[in-house]
């Protein structure tokens, strides 16, 4: 992530009334649907290498040329298909996925796959019904479809919540009021300004698992107002964040991840400060501790502890809801070695400490590698295997469930760096499954420059399975457009780039690809990055289900005054956190 200019040469419980009551569902394993089962309009061929099963199907060379399975759901829901195909031409052979008689996914690209010989798996995901559906992969061009080898399905069922109004709920020091809009039901309750203030719920479930609990609420005040959250008489999260919501019509939704008996639980949400809770509307309850936060690294603000006087990260998570931050940065101390700002230890001093405070506070950190200034490690160490060495020092040293390669300056305009970090992500990946890779970039306001576009496409010839592609839409050099419709149309640039190099879907590129903007002023003049354009972002991240929405900086999340220099704030007039409080309600 770019530093300010200033900075880049330095180194750097009552029964409730419910409206429903939840049916648990997990997704099941994919299951295989072999072309040669299915019904081809052409030949079950096997004359091309690779396939599986018995042989695959070779449709008609014409528009409307198909392959057709009966595929069973034991749930209504969403079904993600993955079609193996082979396309042995140059030319791009698109299709319709109809799924019931209707267009679920209209003109999926089925792109060369350099020989027939060569397999690849299309993604795509369309709605199906309890029992019997039929998935049609029809072909929109004369060319027919590709060579189809098979289908895998795998049904996530469509969840069914309970709702809980908070007012029909057991209330302590507390009222149920009207008075502002926007609540559900008969009202919301308002909890005294007390500590010990508050609403207990009888919860009621099928069977024992893992459920999210989901408050409605609202804090027209500035301040946090935490809740200590408790089930069955076992607090389960000391501090729940509830952050300004701006006023006391605005209402926002607040996860927290619980594990329920089989019947009736109770739940209470105390309040921890003499400011007493928030407005509190309903709480639903969904299975799985899924439904939100479907990714809750999804909102990673940056925040530097080396300079500009960085905010206390607890108090941040307090005051905003935020849960992830993203901490930079690790250089190379001169070696391939990483450090922090290539001098500070990864343990034993205060990065340490702050992230033991952040995980302490219900919260946890993603390390950003590279930045702007400084000694990289991408060039410092020599081989693919050194590089991968130097990123698991770091995911060891924080047992990190993420991290951050920030590729920038000499690292990025090196193909031999750009091929090395590549090649180094994808033994990071083999070695630690479920580790979630980010590689970040600068953009055009259109989307990736001719170099990210390489980047790209390095890693889709490589078979890196990157988790997220995010580029930093800002410090364009003499753009003096929209700063929101910027971003929104660099990360549709980028989202194409990413369909078209791993052959994705619309939906599933835009969940591989994201954004960190920076806050107020840029490096560049006359650039401005707005509260509005924030909630711009935030409205557009949440539409495509973006993999990322990130900012720079935390640091910078305040307005300048006596004794902060331009690193430290953003240059404009704006409210202490007003840019974190709007990344805080992303959850992916």
């Known amino acids: 992530m770019k530093r300010h200019a200033l900075v880049r040469a330095a180194v750097l419980t009552s029964a409730l009334l419910a409206t429903a009551i939840w049916a648990p569902g997990a997704s099941a394993a994919p299951t295989r ?15 091309w290498a690779g396939y599986s099963g018995t042989g695959f199907c070779n449709t008609a060379n ?4 198909s392959v057709t399975w009966t595929v069973t759901a034991t749930a209504a829901g969403t079904a993600t298909l993955g079609l193996r195909y082979a396309n042995g031409t140059t030319t791009d052979r698109p299709a319709n996925v109809v799924v019931n008689g209707a267009t679920a996914a209209s003109a999926v690209s089925f792109p060369g796959t350099g020989a027939w010989t060569t397999w690849v798996t299309k993604t795509v995901t369309v709605p199906v019904v309890a029992g019997s559906n039929t998935i049609q992969l029809a072909a929109t061009t004369a060319n027919g479809d590709a060579n189809v080898d098979y289908l895998d399905v795998e049904v996530t069922p469509t969840p069914i919540a309970t709702v809980y109004q908070a007012e029909d709920c057991t209330i302590a020091q507390g009222v149920v009021e009207a008075n502002h809009a926007g609540y559900t039901g008969a009202g919301f309750v308002n909890y005294d300004n007390a500590t010990g203030s508050y609403v207990e719920c009888s919860v009621s479930v099928a069977s024992a698992g893992t459920y999210t609990l989901t408050f409605r609420a609202s804090n027209g005040t500035t301040a946090g107002r935490p809740l200590s959250v408790a089930v069955n008489g076992s ?8 952050a300004s919501t701006t006023n006391w019509d605005t209402w926002a939704d607040v996860p927290q991840t619980v594990t329920l008996t089989a019947g009736a639980n109770v739940v209470r949400a105390t309040a921890t400060t003499a400011n007493g809770g928030p407005n509190l509307d309903k709480i639903t309850v969904s299975s799985g501790g899924t439904t939100p936060p479907a ?22 998570m307090n005051t905003t809801g935020i849960k992830w931050f993203t901490l930079a ?21 205060n990065d340490q400490t702050q992230i033991n405070r952040i995980r302490a506070n219900g919260g946890d950190v993603m390390v950003s590698i590279g930045g702007w200034s400084g000694d990289k490690l991408g060039e410092k ?18 047992a990190l469930k993420a991290i951050d390669i920030d590729i920038e300056a000499t690292e990025w305009s090196s193909a031999t760096v750009r091929q090395r970090v590549i090649d180094a992500l994808k033994i990071v990946k083999t070695n ?21 576009l390489d980047m790209i496409a390095r890693g889709a010839n490589s078979g890196l399975a990157n988790d997220v592609w995010a580029i930093m839409p800002f410090d364009y050099g003499g753009f003096s457009g929209d700063m929101g419709d910027a971003t929104i149309a660099a990360t549709d640039g980028l989202k194409n780039a990413v369909k078209n190099a791993y052959g994705y879907s619309d939906a599933v590129a835009y969940s591989h690809v994201g954004f960190s903007s920076m806050n107020g002023k840029t490096d560049e003049a006359g650039e401005t990055v707005t509260v509005a354009d924030f909630q711009q972002m935030l409205a557009y991240a949440k539409s495509k289900h973006l993999g990322r929405f990130a900012y720079w900086s935390i640091n910078r999340d ?4 006596g004794g902060t220099d331009a690193d430290a704030c953003s240059g404009i007039s704006q409210q202490p956190y007003d840019f974190t409080k709007i990344v805080a309600q992303y959850q992916g």
């Open 235 to 242: 607090t389960v999260n000391g501090s729940l964040a509830f």
């Open 62 to 65: 014409a528009v409307g040329g």
């Open 558 to 561: 305040r307005a300048c005054g």
């Open 432 to 452: 630690n499954p479920g580790v979630k890779t980010i590689i970040t970039f600068g953009t055009t306001p259109t989307g990736p420059d001719s170099t990210g």
């Open 329 to 349: 940065f690790i250089l190379s101390d001169g070696t391939c070695n990483p450090a922090w700002d290539g001098s500070r230890p990864l343990t034993g001093g």
């Open 295 to 316: 990714n809750p690294m999804a909102a990673a603000p940056y925040e530097y502890l080396g300079w500009g006087s960085p905010q206390d990260p607890v108090t941040v």
């Open 33 to 47: 649907y072999e072309a040669e089962n299915g019904v081809c309009d052409g030949t079950i061929d096997s004359n």
């Open 381 to 398: 160490c020599t081989s693919a295997s050194a590089l991968a060495g130097a990123y698991q020092k770091v995911i060891n040293a924080y």
